[in-house]
C-alpha cells in the first residue's frame, strides 16, 4: 500500500501583509497635523526618516525577540560574590542605544539641564509615539532618565555633574560607577509593600553620614534595576526626602542594593521591575529634608506625561493594524473595510485616535511653552493627569477592539496586537492610577483654583460652540464644585479630556473635531466601537486619514 497524497504546502491567499517596512509618520495624516499645528513643522523631514526607520521589518523582528526573552537577575558570580546584576536579551541593549541615540533621553534639555527651547517636546513627543508602536518595555528607563532632570534641578551640583553623561546620547550598558561611563540612566524607587500610592506612609530610613545619607528598608517596586542611578523617597530626621541613590558607592564598591527578585509582570516584558532591599546604602539628598514628594513630583510629571505619549502610540498601532488588514481581507466577496458595519468600527477607533494624538500633542506644547508662559505651565500642570487619565484608560479597550478586527489572527502572541494588549494597562497603572489622578486634578483646583480654573474657562471659550461641548461644561463645572466631588471626580475628568481633544482638534483638523464632539459629548450612543452615528462621509474621511497612503 502506499500512502494517499500529502500537500506539504499550499497557497496562503486572503490574508494581509504584515504592516512592516512602512513608514510610520508619512502613513500618519493625524500625526503629521498635530505636529505641525504644535509648532513643529520644520521637523517634517527628520520625523519622515525616523518613521521609516522604525517601521521596518527589521525593527518589528527586534521587538519580538526582546520581548520573548524576560530578563534574569543574577545574584552571584560563579565564585559565590554577590552581584545583583540584570541581564537583557541583546535586542533590548539595541533599542536601547537606538532610542538614546536618537535623544530621547536628552532632547528636551539643554547641556546644563535647562529646558530646550521649544518646540522640543512636541518634536520628542512625535518619536516617542512612532517608538510605542513597535516596543515599549525599554522605554521605562528611557522616560526615568529624561524625567529625572527635573528633580535633579533640586541638586544643582550633582546636576552639573550627572548632565554630561545624559547629554552624550550614548547607551553604555557596562557594570561600573557612573562617573566612568559614556552614558548613564536614571531609574525611580517610590513605592513600598505597606503604602503603594500612599508614599508618604513609607518607613524606608535614611541617616546623614558625611556628604550624604546612609539608606535602610526596602521598595516594592523599583523600576529598571539596572540603572546606573535611581531617584527614590525615604524617610530622613526632617521628614520624607528625595534621594539620588547610584549603584557605586562614591569610593568605587558596589553600592548595598539587594534586589530580591524581578517582577513577573503581564506585560512590559522586555524591561526589568525589581523589589530591593538597601542595606545602609549611600545616597545623595536631593532637596531639602522634608520635601521629597514636592522635588520628585518634577519627576512624576514628566513621567506622566510619556505614560500619555505612549498609551497614545499603541493605540495609534491598533487602529493601523486594524485597517490595514481590513483593506486587504475579502469576506462575502468584498473587502472588510468595505462592509457598512466594519467601516463604522474602524472610522470610530481611527476618531478614538485622532483625539488622543491630537490632545497629547497639545498638552506637549503647553510643556514647549512653560517657562515662559505662566498659563501655559498651569495648563501643563492641571491637563498632564487629565489626559494620561483619558489616554491611557483608553488603549486597553480600544487594542482588544483593534484584536477582534483581526480575528483570531490578532489574538495569536506572534502578532503585535497581542503584545500591546498585554503591555496597555501599565501606563494606566504606573505613575498615578485613575483615582490617583483624579484626586490630582481636585487638589489642582483647591490649592492652585485661580489659574486651573482659568485653563477650564480657556477650554470652555474654545469648544463652546461644538456639539454637546457647553453641556460636558456645565457639568464639570456642577460637578467639580460640588459635596461630592471626588465621588463623581471620573465622570467630570472623563468630560474634560474629551473637550481637550475637542479643542486640540480645531487647531489640528478642523475637519475632525465637530465629527468628534457629536461622537464623544452629543451623542453617546453605545459603549463599545461602532456604536457611533457617523456619515458615510465622515468615515471615509477618517479611513483615509487613519492610514493615509496606503
Known amino acids: 500500500m502506499t500512502a494517499s497524497?500529502?500537500?506539504?504546502?499550499?497557497?496562503?491567499?486572503?490574508?494581509?501583509?504584515?504592516?512592516?517596512?512602512?513608514?510610520?509618520?508619512?502613513?500618519?495624516?493625524?500625526?503629521?497635523?498635530?505636529?505641525?499645528?504644535?509648532?513643529?513643522?520644520?521637523?517634517?523631514?527628520?520625523?519622515?526618516?525616523?518613521?521609516?526607520?522604525?517601521?521596518?521589518?527589521?525593527?518589528?523582528?527586534?521587538?519580538?525577540?526582546?520581548?520573548?526573552?524576560?530578563?534574569?537577575?543574577?545574584?552571584f558570580d560563579p565564585k559565590g560574590f554577590r552581584l545583583y546584576i540584570v541581564e537583557f536579551h541583546p535586542a533590548y541593549h539595541a533599542f536601547m542605544a537606538d532610542s538614546i541615540g536618537a535623544g530621547m533621553t536628552a532632547m528636551t534639555w539643554n547641556a546644563d539641564g535647562t529646558r530646550a527651547a521649544a518646540p522640543a517636546e512636541v518634536a520628542r513627543a512625535a518619536r516617542y509615539y512612532m517608538i510605542a508602536q513597535i516596543e515599549n518595555g525599554h522605554m521605562c528607563p528611557v522616560t526615568m532618565t529624561r524625567a529625572a532632570v527635573g528633580a535633579l534641578a533640586a541638586g544643582p551640583a550633582l546636576r552639573a555633574k550627572v548632565m554630561p553623561k545624559i547629554s552624550s546620547r550614548q547607551y553604555d550598558a557596562r557594570f561600573l560607577p557612573w562617573t566612568e561611563k559614556s552614558g548613564i540612566t536614571i531609574g525611580m524607587g517610590m513605592t513600598e509593600r505597606q503604602g503603594g500610592t500612599d508614599v508618604r506612609a513609607n518607613i524606608t530610613e535614611a541617616v546623614p553620614d558625611g556628604d550624604?545619607?546612609?539608606?535602610?528598608?526596602?521598595?516594592?517596586?523599583?523600576?529598571?534595576?539596572?540603572?546606573?542611578?535611581?531617584?527614590?523617597?525615604?524617610?530622613?530626621?526632617?521628614?520624607l526626602t528625595c534621594f539620588a541613590m547610584p549603584r557605586f558607592?562614591?569610593?568605587?564598591?558596589?553600592?548595598?542594593?539587594?534586589?530580591?527578585?524581578?517582577k513577573d509582570k503581564l506585560g512590559n516584558i522586555s524591561n526589568a521591575s525589581s523589589e530591593v532591599l538597601f542595606e545602609n546604602a549611600f545616597a545623595w539628598r536631593l532637596g531639602e529634608e522634608g520635601?521629597?514628594?514636592r522635588t520628585i513630583i518634577e519627576m512624576v510629571q514628566l513621567t506622566r506625561l510619556d505614560c500619555a505619549i505612549a498609551s497614545a502610540g499603541m493605540i495609534r498601532m491598533g487602529v493601523a493594524q486594524a485597517v490595514n488588514h481590513a483593506r486587504h481581507r475579502s469576506v462575502f466577496q468584498r473587502h472588510l473595510s468595505d462592509q457598512p458595519l466594519m467601516a463604522t468600527v474602524l472610522a470610530d477607533l481611527a476618531l478614538e485616535s485622532e483625539g488622543a494624538v491630537a490632545a497629547m500633542m497639545r498638552l506637549c506644547r503647553s510643556y514647549d511653552l512653560a517657562?515662559?508662559?505662566?498659563?501655559?505651565?498651569?495648563?501643563?500642570?492641571?491637563?498632564?493627569?487629565?489626559?494620561?487619565?483619558?489616554?491611557?484608560?483608553?488603549?486597553?479597550?480600544?487594542?482588544?477592539?483593534?484584536?477582534?478586527?483581526?480575528?483570531?489572527?490578532?489574538?495569536?502572541?506572534?502578532?503585535?496586537?497581542a503584545r500591546l494588549y498585554r503591555e496597555a494597562p501599565v501606563n494606566a497603572i504606573w505613575e498615578g492610577s485613575g483615582n490617583v489622578v483624579c484626586l490630582d486634578l481636585l487638589r489642582a483646583l483647591s490649592r492652585d483654583s485661580e489659574a486651573a480654573r482659568a485653563v477650564l474657562a480657556d477650554i470652555a471659550r474654545a469648544t463652546r460652540d461644538l456639539p454637546g461641548c457647553v453641556d460636558a461644561i456645565k457639568f464639570i463645572e456642577r460637578t467639580l464644585s460640588s459635596a461630592t466631588a471626588e465621588a463623581q471626580?471620573?465622570?467630570?475628568?472623563?468630560?474634560?479630556?474629551?473637550?481637550?481633544?475637542?479643542?486640540?482638534?480645531?487647531?489640528?483638523?478642523?475637519?475632525?473635531?465637530?465629527?468628534?464632539?457629536?461622537?464623544?459629548?452629543?451623542?453617546?450612543?453605545?459603549?463599545?466601537?461602532?456604536?457611533?452615528?457617523?456619515?458615510?462621509?465622515?468615515?471615509?474621511?477618517?479611513?483615509?486619514?487613519?492610514?493615509?497612503?496606503?
Open 5 to 75: 497524497g500529502h500537500h506539504d504546502s499550499h497557497e496562503v491567499f486572503n490574508q494581509s501583509p504584515p504592516f512592516v517596512d512602512v513608514n510610520l509618520y508619512a502613513l500618519d495624516r493625524p500625526l503629521q497635523d498635530a505636529v505641525a499645528a504644535n509648532g513643529a513643522k520644520g521637523e517634517a523631514a527628520a520625523l519622515t526618516a525616523f518613521g521609516k526607520h522604525w517601521g521596518t521589518a527589521q525593527m518589528a523582528d527586534q521587538a519580538r525577540f526582546a520581548n520573548r526573552s524576560r530578563p534574569e537577575l543574577r545574584i
Open 371 to 417: 517657562h515662559a508662559d505662566p498659563k501655559e505651565a498651569a495648563r501643563a500642570r492641571t491637563l498632564t493627569p487629565v489626559i494620561k487619565y483619558w489616554i491611557c484608560k483608553t488603549a486597553p479597550g480600544f487594542l482588544y477592539e483593534a484584536m477582534e478586527c483581526l480575528g483570531g489572527n490578532g489574538y495569536v502572541e506572534e502578532g503585535v496586537l
Open 249 to 262: 558607592a562614591p569610593d568605587g564598591s558596589v553600592n548595598a542594593l539587594h534586589f530580591q527578585r524581578l
Open 291 to 293: 520635601r521629597g514628594v
Open 212 to 239: 550624604g545619607y546612609r539608606i535602610t528598608g526596602h521598595k516594592w517596586f523599583m523600576s529598571a534595576p539596572m540603572c546606573d542611578m535611581f531617584l527614590l523617597l525615604a524617610q530622613a530626621p526632617g521628614g
Open 489 to 550: 471626580a471620573r465622570a467630570a475628568i472623563e468630560r474634560l479630556a474629551l473637550l481637550c481633544a475637542v479643542e486640540a482638534l480645531q487647531v489640528s483638523a478642523p475637519d475632525i473635531a465637530a465629527t468628534f464632539a457629536h461622537a464623544r459629548l452629543a451623542e453617546r450612543f453605545g459603549r463599545t466601537y461602532g456604536a457611533v452615528d457617523l456619515t458615510a462621509a465622515q468615515t471615509t474621511k477618517l479611513l483615509e486619514r487613519a492610514l493615509s497612503a496606503a
